[in-house]
């Protein structure tokens, strides 16, 4: 009986051993995965903080960006090829101001589609009493052939169009007058004159090349038997700061930021060193300064730019642009979360969706950044329909909106200093004497037009931008405002058009 009992106690000692020693296998194993949980998140939270460092935008470096900004555009007007903005002239030297009146046509061609608006003009102070936009898809082997076929094919259209109004209002119109939007590089000698410098957007028609893109277009509408003077040759810039203006008077820049982003703005004409003895009739001219090329080594550039430049078609070139405009910000993001992905694991198994270039777009990236729910539902949808990422908890989604957030507010307190570095070249930053020969610390109201998805459908970028202009300028930004502009590129050509036109020009 008692050899019998010891051995049962030696039985349930070696189970009582057994279950400790699993117990503790257990324990080991739930302590070594919560530390490897920690080391993962740890590592992450390195990472996002390194981001963030990397794209501070104190206001003391706003200030920088803002007088490199103003260094640049000297140079840019002392000479070509003086600076990375080219600082073009448009040969504007009149903007539209509320009194045209009349029926005035714009012909928007920039892609694989083309516009054609006409708009009516009351007069009597900014009022357009009808618009109507017809929009035509370009056949693809017409993006290839003649220019004598191209712009023959678009002189057809334009004159169908023309016809089917004037036949709709019963009358025609003695001198039609066209304002054209290009947006290719063009290199202008006049108001309505410019050569083409370089195809782009999958248009690759030789014989366009070195010539005059206004002519070939006169030609072409000759040809049809169409009656209608290309008035002005534009950009979408130029456009957007006709209809600004055309709105409020104040207006003396333009701004875009969408897909891509570009400026232009109101300059003396006696400050065109490049050009000496250059006169208009308003003194002024509006500058296209193509400022996405713009750089300065106080960019807050991090290795995800330089990786994102280097992996570019256009290596060095639109260093500005790669940092503010739609095209890349998404982009930016995927390249910091696919970072924290390989190295930190907290996304779990990655596919190669994350790893693909361009696999996350910059409106996605904005309604993830905007996604005010509690659980962050938005979030967890893109991430998982677009990323293909399944099962992300809220801690890594949180960390997916932080990401968003530094990368847009980058973006923004950097237009807010470009924006502010053109108000500063032409005085209207409150620290010098202005254009208007208005004496120091008389302020002026000054509105910058504002045109492109990037700004119009994002709020808190919007907000980024405003807060940023605040604290630069302080007291003075009570002065400035930005106005949003639908459509510069079509009725703003059209609106120059009509100024352009018109015996009674509005000076600058």
């Given at each position: 009986?008692?050899?019998?009992?010891?051995?049962?106690?030696?039985?349930?000692?070696?189970?009582?051993?057994?279950?400790?020693?699993?117990?503790?296998?257990?324990?080991?194993a739930l302590v070594s995965r919560r530390v490897r949980s920690h080391r993962r998140w740890q590592r992450a939270a390195e990472l996002v903080a390194e981001f963030e460092e990397g794209?501070?935008?104190?206001?003391?470096?706003?200030?920088?960006?803002?007088?490199?900004?103003?260094?640049?555009?000297?140079?840019?007007?002392?000479?070509?090829?003086?600076?990375?903005?080219?600082?073009?002239?448009?040969?504007?030297?009149?903007?539209?101001?509320?009194?045209?009146?009349?029926?005035?046509?714009?012909?928007?061609?920039?892609?694989?589609?083309?516009?054609?608006?006409?708009?009516?003009?009351?007069?009597?102070?900014?009022?357009?009493?009808?618009?109507?936009v017809e929009k035509q898809p370009i056949p693809q082997e017409l993006m290839t052939s003649t220019c004598e076929k191209m712009f023959g094919f678009i002189a057809s259209k334009l004159k169908q169009i023309v016809e089917e109004d004037e036949e709709s209002r019963e009358g025609t119109i003695e001198t039609r007058a066209l304002g054209f939007t290009f947006s290719f590089p063009v290199k202008q000698s006049s108001v309505s004159s410019g050569?083409?410098?370089?195809?782009?957007?999958?248009?690759?028609?030789?014989?366009?090349?070195?010539?005059?893109?206004?002519?070939?277009?006169?030609?072409?509408?000759?040809?049809?038997?169409?009656?209608?003077?290309?008035?002005?040759?534009?950009?979408?810039?130029?456009?957007?700061?006709?209809?600004?203006?055309?709105?409020?008077?104040?207006?003396?820049?333009?701004?875009?930021?969408?897909?891509?982003?570009?400026?232009?703005?109101?300059?003396?004409?006696?400050?065109?060193?490049?050009?000496?003895?250059?006169?208009?009739?308003?003194?002024?001219?509006?500058?296209?300064?193509?400022?996405?090329?713009?750089?300065?080594?106080?960019?807050?550039?991090?290795?995800?730019?330089?990786?994102?430049?280097e992996d570019s078609l256009n290596r060095t070139d639109q260093g500005f642009e790669k940092m503010i405009s739609g095209m890349y910000l998404g982009e930016i993001a995927r390249r910091?979360?696919?970072?924290?992905?390989?190295?930190?694991?907290?996304?779990?198994?990655?596919?190669?969706?994350?790893?693909?270039?361009?696999?996350?777009?910059?409106?996605?990236?904005?309604?993830?950044?905007?996604?005010?729910?509690?659980?962050?539902?938005?979030?967890?949808?893109?991430?998982e329909q677009t990323l293909q990422i399944p099962d992300i908890p809220l801690k890594t989604r949180r960390l997916v909106v932080k990401v968003c957030d530094i990368v847009s507010r980058r973006a923004a307190r950097l237009v807010a200093a470009g924006i502010v570095g053109i108000l500063k070249k032409i005085g209207r930053d409150g620290s010098g004497p202005s254009t208007s020969g208005r004496p120091k610390g008389q302020l002026m109201r000054t509105v910058v037009a504002v045109e492109g998805g990037l700004y119009e459908g994002y709020s808190m970028f919007r907000d980024y931008v405003d807060e940023a202009i605040v604290e630069i300028l302080g007291d003075v930004a009570q002065n400035i405002f930005l106005k949003t502009t639908v459509d510069g590129s079509g009725t703003g050509a059209a609106l120059l058009a009509a100024a352009h036109l018109s015996n009674r020009k509005s000076y600058i």
């Open positions: 009986m008692g050899g019998g009992g010891g051995g049962g106690r030696g039985v349930w000692f070696g189970v009582a051993a057994g279950c400790a020693a699993a117990a503790c296998v257990i324990a080991a794209c501070g935008t104190p206001v003391g470096r706003l200030k920088q960006v803002v007088d490199a900004m103003v260094v640049e555009m000297h140079a840019g007007l002392a000479s070509d090829g003086g600076s990375k903005l080219k600082m073009l002239l448009t040969y504007v030297d009149s903007l539209p101001h509320g009194s045209e009146k009349g029926i005035y046509y714009a012909l928007d061609l920039g892609g694989t589609n083309f516009r054609v608006l006409q708009v009516q003009l009351g007069g009597k102070g900014s009022n357009i009493l009808k618009q109507k050569v083409l410098m370089k195809w782009t957007k999958g248009f690759s028609i030789e014989d366009a090349a070195d010539r005059d893109i206004v002519a070939c277009l006169q030609e072409a509408l000759t040809k049809e038997g169409l009656n209608m003077q290309v008035a002005v040759l534009v950009n979408d810039t130029v456009g957007t700061l006709a209809l600004g203006h055309y709105h409020d008077r104040d207006t003396v820049a333009a701004v875009i930021i969408g897909t891509g982003t570009n400026a232009c703005y109101v300059e003396r004409t006696d400050a065109i060193i490049k050009y000496q003895g250059l006169l208009t009739n308003s003194g002024s001219m509006v500058i296209n300064m193509e400022w996405g090329n713009f750089w300065t080594s106080h960019l807050p550039r991090t290795s995800y730019d330089v990786e994102l430049d910091v979360l696919f970072r924290i992905a390989v190295e930190s694991e907290v996304f779990g198994d990655v596919g190669s969706k994350l790893s693909q270039p361009f696999a996350l777009s910059t409106p996605l990236m904005a309604t993830m950044h905007e996604d005010e729910s509690a659980d962050l539902r938005e979030v967890k949808r893109i991430v």
